[in-house]
């Protein structure tokens, strides 16, 4: 087993979520050969091409990866994970926070066609496309944003990918909706953590609005301007948003999980063309983080 590889109980746990074959073709190679190859370009961002042969064919390794990404599987393998570990108490409802981070895109990740592209099935559009393939432009080059809800244990429990220059306001509610843990028992997954935090880019009557509407307690500082102005309006203005300051130092976790998402090289700069196939790269971190103990 190489370093990085998973381990027999990660992979007994993972395997049987897993596609059992791959149509036309015949029975997919070893998955887990395929999926190890997948683990070691994601965590060491080097081209597929630079693959270690132990790992086999570097477009058999790719094509999984981006079949995956395209049918949404890498998708539904987080939130069983997630359910996983919440059967297991391993996630912090306590406190849940957002946040977005920016990534530099590399110039593998420009160029990418007009046309539509196609996921695993004929005709099919890959779920998480975008038109805009999240790319924007800005001094710095071409840049997309990880938009991120990160729960106490330092792990994603949602994300979403857009261009670089796009605000995090509008995406709250976006990101919020993702947040789906299924439960053992038939229940309802769970949706709501029992705080929210955020720092003043999250402020918003309209996101306030959402979160009271949604019974979601918050703790997102309101910026000097918008105090002015709710001021100036008098009673109308209406009352001041409640902040607690202890609660909110525990904002730095979402940081942090962001921090650890981008130990994966291939997370930090995006090399992927398609943002579908970016938004699986960061799925497949992801899940990783969920596996480790």
């Not at 570097?58 to 995956?68: A, I, L, N, P």
């Amino acid at each position: 087993m190489g370093r990085g590889d998973l381990t027999s109980d990660e992979w007994a746990r993972l395997t049987p979520h897993l596609s059992k074959s791959g149509g036309r073709g015949g029975r997919w190679n070893d998955h887990r050969t395929v999926i190890d190859g997948i683990l070691f370009r994601v965590r060491a961002g080097v081209p597929w091409r630079d693959l270690p042969n132990r790992f086999g064919s570097w477009k058999t390794v790719y094509e999984r990866h981006r079949r995956t990404s395209a049918d949404g599987t890498w998708d539904r393998i987080l939130q069983v994970v997630q359910a996983d570990a919440d059967a297991r108490g391993r996630i912090d409802w306590s406190m849940v926070s957002v946040d977005s981070a920016s990534c530099r895109a590399h110039q593998h990740a420009a160029g990418v066609p007009r046309r539509t592209p196609r996921g695993p099935r004929r005709r099919s559009t890959p779920r998480q496309h975008r038109s805009d393939e999240g790319l924007g432009r800005s001094r710095g080059g071409l840049t997309s944003k990880i938009h991120l809800a990160g729960e106490g244990g330092l792990r994603s429990l949602a994300l979403l990918i857009t261009p670089g220059q796009w605000g995090d306001s509008p995406q709250l509610i976006l990101v919020l909706e993702r947040i789906r843990v299924k439960r053992l028992g038939g229940r309802h997954p769970r949706t709501r953590p029992d705080y929210l935090g955020g720092d003043k880019a999250y402020s918003s009557r309209r996101n306030r609005r959402y979160l009271r509407r949604r019974r979601i307690k918050h703790i997102i500082p309101e910026p000097k301007d918008q105090r002015a102005n709710r001021r100036r309006q008098g009673s109308r203005g209406g009352r001041p948003a409640g902040f607690d300051k202890e609660k909110y130092k525990r904002r730095n976790e979402v940081e942090r999980a962001i921090n650890r998402l981008k130990h994966f090289r291939a997370v930090a700069a995006r090399y992927d063309k398609r943002a579908y196939v970016f938004h699986g790269t960061v799925a497949v971190a992801s899940i990783r983080l969920w596996l480790s103990p």
